[in-house]
């Protein structure tokens, strides 16, 4: 196999890192290119990043480390990947494929395909094939066809393992799930402008789009099967809350209102609502909305506690239902 750099040995410096919370130090080595990398910009006699070994960065193919990067541990670069802007990667982190990351940290981390990374962290984690992950954090996060833009996914105790063929997004959002199994789905999801922390239950069993939601204390959110490949939508014309243990299932369902849950169970089933006007429920009723219909300032009103069925309806205009 033909080598394409070399390690400065007489250029070794020790490089100052955090390994599972530890400070340690490890000698490291600048590289230089002994060939041209056309594809990479790198001429012959370039230096780049550095590596405590020639087992950090491949031979093969077209990948590189460029200065001001490190790449220790056993972490690795292969295929075509770069590795740019102050990265570092620790841990058995690999980049592969025709990825990118700049300016960001890996820990036991795993890039493939064309995924483009930049000012982001990654622990515990996977991404495949492809997708763009700017100013996020994800930790114990696997995922396939994923754009992240400032957010934070953090996954606890759990390994959440997102699969679809379609791609997810997550825009500003904020997701913490303390659950103690791991999540798994083949559905994608579209989440903006959401803060949700101490999610219990997060269960897709078909695709589901939050927008302008906050969470507050534990919730469970399911996605339920549909008929067809429609979404599910749970969304705040400004902000929808959930609050106290709040558990909210869709079936067939598209929700744009304000409003907020409390406690117990809100099913919304075969249900259309588009308005302006809130859905508020307090106390700890267990309410099923079924094949309801809401648009311009409508609302939802329901103050009562115990199981609550209201079906059939169309509430139209500024008409407030109260329960």
């Keep these: ?34 060939v041209d990398i056309p594809s990479k910009g790198v001429r012959k006699g370039d230096k780049g990043g550095y590596v405590e070994s ?33 990265t570092k990667m620790t841990g ?73 063929k379609e791609t997810s997004d997550f825009t500003d959002t904020f997701l913490e799930y303390t659950g103690l ?12 402008d959401i803060t949700i922390r101490n999610l219990k239950t997060f269960k897709l069993e078909s695709g589901l789009e939050m927008r302008n ?28 809350v959930l609050q106290s243990k709040a558990r909210v299932t869709l079936k067939d369902s598209q929700v744009q209102a304000e409003g907020y849950l409390i406690s117990g169970k809100t099913l919304f089933e075969d249900v259309n609502i588009d308005t302006f006007g809130e859905i508020k429920k307090n106390g700890k009723s267990n309410l099923h909305l079924k094949n309801v219909t809401m648009t311009e300032f409508s609302s939802l009103v329901v103050e009562h506690g115990g199981e609550i069925l209201i079906e059939n309806i169309n509430l139209c205009g500024d008409i407030v239902f109260e329960r």
């Design 1 to 34: 196999m033909l080598k394409k750099y070399k390690l400065l040995t007489e250029d070794a410096v020790h490089l100052t890192y955090k390994h599972r919370g530890i400070e340690d130090t490890t000698r490291v080595f600048p590289i230089e290119a002994i």
């Design 54 to 86: 020639e087992d950090n960065l491949s031979h093969e193919g077209n990948c590189w480390i460029y200065p001001t990067c490190a790449v220790i541990n056993g972490a690795v670069v292969l295929g075509n990947a770069s590795i740019s802007k102050e």
């Design 92 to 164: 058995d982190s690999q980049v592969s494929g025709d990825s990118s990351v700049e300016n960001s940290m890996l820990f036991n981390s795993m890039v493939d395909g064309n995924t483009q990374v930049s000012n982001s962290k990654l622990i515990n984690s996977v991404i495949y094939e492809e997708g763009n992950i700017h100013e996020s954090t994800l930790f114990n996060v696997t995922i396939w066809r994923a754009n992240f833009f400032n957010s934070k996914i953090q996954f606890k105790d759990s390994k959440a393992c997102f699969t679809s």
């Design 181 to 192: 199994r791991s999540v798994n789905t083949n559905h994608p999801m579209f989440l903006s």
């Design 213 to 240: 939601v906050v969470s507050i204390g534990t919730s469970h959110i399911i996605s339920k099967k549909n008929d067809g490949d429609k979404l599910n939508r749970l969304m705040g014309k400004k902000q929808f």
